[in-house]
């Protein structure tokens, strides 16, 4: 039997899942929640998501499989942005309405109230842009004028991707922006001199590159969600392309006007002093990034210190792959135990150190390689990517398992 109407628990559940979906949640992790809570409420759902879409099917608890409460859903959804923030105000609510603290109707208020526009200030966006370009480039081995310039450029990036929501809507925000901060590198290397050009434009252009989305993609590979995997996979691919190509375009503009790569070398900054301030720093630019809560800000910074620490060491003494896998599985197991002691979604404390780990600039340098006709170095760059990435989501995945999560978030 087939009802006219939803019932309030109905679009309750309905609103959650979209509301999930907007900020970010994975299919492997998405789909858990919402079954979760539906069970809770006396229904059973069948859900499908993927990056641009979600099915949602409805009966009540132990009725039989063709007596839904609606005829199944599709919700066209864009592809949802990171928002810890609102994330973990979902979560609160979600977990209030299925332990009866909070009615359906009220909890369904709640999340129309969350998901109002609020302005984003500026400054601390910015801020954040230009730490992490900066960070990257000394991590890269990159000279203090390479630090200053990548720091400078991503900045710009940033004010660039706050006032372009036309290109972006497009689809070509990227490539113009990895033309311009290239043109831009070149010419103030040239101008300052003992600059490395590559290193500057990593560093511009990092927050662009969907490391993290291709981490997503395989963890839902991996997990089963085919379809979700594989559209995010091709979706996060596309990303890199556009980004190298406006890369390799503007590379050989400038060669052609006679610019080159780097200039007198200078000495790069490996000092610990540099080091370890720019790791907690650049776990605080992540908080405003993903737009978390300023509580949450010394979670994070943890998460990113745990990460780096745990990869330089278990790197340095047993390999780089193998130092991935024991920083992802220790971010892993930390985030639970997080999750579980203050009741909050693990993803606070696991994408900020995740994120460290991800392998989006040597996806970028595979293409650009390939792009310039480097097939050899580019086909080896994309093979340290898969092992990279298989290492990483490993690491997750056995660290899920050793320390499970509260919930499914």
């Not at 409805?58 to 919700?75: H, I, K, N, S, Y």
């Not at 909890?107 to 109230?113: T, V």
């Not at 991590?139 to 720091?151: C, P, Q, R, S, Y």
């Not at 978390?292 to 620490?309: E, H, I, N, Q, V």
């Amino acid at each position: 039997m087939v009802t006219d109407r939803p019932t309030a628990s109905v679009r309750f559940v309905r609103l959650m899942a979209q509301r999930l979906h907007e900020y970010g949640a994975g299919a492997h992790r998405l789909e858990g929640a919402v079954k979760s809570v539906g069970e809770r409420l006396g229904l059973e759902v069948e859900v499908f998501s993927s990056p641009t879409s979600m099915f949602l099917t409805f009966r009540e608890a132990g009725a039989d499989p063709d007596d839904v409460l609606l005829p199944t859903q599709l919700l066209r959804l864009n592809p949802g942005e990171d928002d810890l923030g609102r994330l973990c105000d979902v979560d609160a609510v979600s977990e209030a309405v299925a332990d009866g603290s909070l009615s359906v109707a009220d909890g369904a208020a709640e999340l129309k109230r969350i998901a109002a526009p609020v302005p984003t200030p500026e400054l601390p966006v910015l801020a954040a842009w230009g730490i992490v370009g900066m960070t990257v480039a000394g991590l890269l081995g990159g000279n203090w004028v390479d630090i200053g310039l990548a720091a400078g450029l991503a900045v710009l990036t940033g004010f660039l991707s706050l006032r372009s929501a036309r290109l972006l809507e497009l689809g070509s925000f990227e490539p113009i922006a990895a033309f311009g901060v290239t043109v831009l590198a070149y010419v103030l290397a040239s101008w300052l001199g003992g600059s490395n050009v590559p290193h500057i434009v990593v560093g511009a252009l990092i927050v662009l590159m969907p490391g993290l989305s291709l981490t997503m993609a395989i963890t839902e590979l991996s997990t089963r969600h085919l379809a979700s995997g594989t559209a995010r996979f091709a979706g996060a691919v596309v990303v890199l392309v556009k980004l190298a190509l406006g890369v390799v375009m503007a590379t050989q503009l400038m060669a052609m006007l006679g610019f080159s790569q780097s200039a007198v070398a200078l000495e790069p900054v490996s000092s610990p002093w540099f080091t370890w301030p720019s790791i907690v720093l650049v776990g605080l630019a992540f908080g405003v990034l993903f737009k978390a809560r300023r509580s949450d800000y010394p979670a994070m910074a943890l998460a990113g210190l745990l990460a780096f620490t745990v990869n330089k060491l278990a790197g340095e003494a047993l390999g780089a792959d193998v130092g991935v896998f024991f920083a992802a599985f220790a971010v892993a197991a930390l985030s639970n135990l997080y999750s579980r002691m203050l009741r909050r979604p693990a993803s606070v404390m696991r994408l900020p150190g995740v994120i460290l780990l991800v392998p989006g600039s040597l996806g970028y340098r595979s293409l650009t390689l390939m792009f310039s006709d480097n097939v050899n170095d580019g086909l080896a760059a994309a093979v340290a990517v898969a092992t990279v990435l298989a290492a990483l989501v490993a690491g997750l995945l056995l660290g899920n398992t050793v320390v499970p999560p509260r919930r499914h978030l």
